[in-house]
Structures are given as C-alpha cells and as structure tokens.
C-alpha cells in the first residue's frame, strides 16, 4: 500500500540506525510489524490466570520433555 506520511527526520534516522536499513521505508516497515507483535504478545500476557491455561501447566512436559 501507498501512503505518504510526515515523518520525524531525526526519529527516522535513528530508527533506520537501529534496524539497519537504508531507507525509511524499510524502518517504518519494521516499526508497524513490531508493534503488532508486541501487541499480540501484551494480549497473550493479559490472558494468564483467565483460565485458558492451567497456572501449572509445563509446556515441556505436554510435549515429551523433561
């Protein structure tokens, strides 16, 4: 999809820096699928002691392990 969006230049610097790409495309790219990870990942969490998983189930264990 195309977009044009504003963005921080500085921001955009230091996050094509950190991801290690050479376009802002590239880093805004990686940013959204990183959110959305963590996202799923915070929904996950909230979801311990809901009832979905026993509190003392060993993962491990359910798959032949130790």
């Given at each position: 999809?195309?977009?044009?969006?504003?963005?921080?230049?500085?921001?955009?610097?230091?996050?094509?820096?950190?991801?290690?790409?050479?376009?802002?495309?590239?880093?805004?790219?990686?940013?959204?699928?990183?959110y959305v990870q963590g996202a799923?990942?915070?929904?996950?969490?909230?979801?311990?002691?809901?009832?979905?998983?026993?509190?003392?189930?060993?993962?491990?264990?359910?798959?032949?392990?130790?």
């Open positions: 999809m195309r977009k044009s969006v504003v963005v921080d230049e500085t921001l955009a610097m230091k996050a094509m820096k950190i991801a290690n790409v050479q376009t802002i495309d590239e880093a805004i790219d990686i940013a959204l699928r990183r799923r990942q915070r929904r996950l969490f909230e979801l311990k002691g809901t009832g979905g998983i026993r509190e003392d189930y060993d993962s491990d264990r359910a798959r032949g392990g130790r």
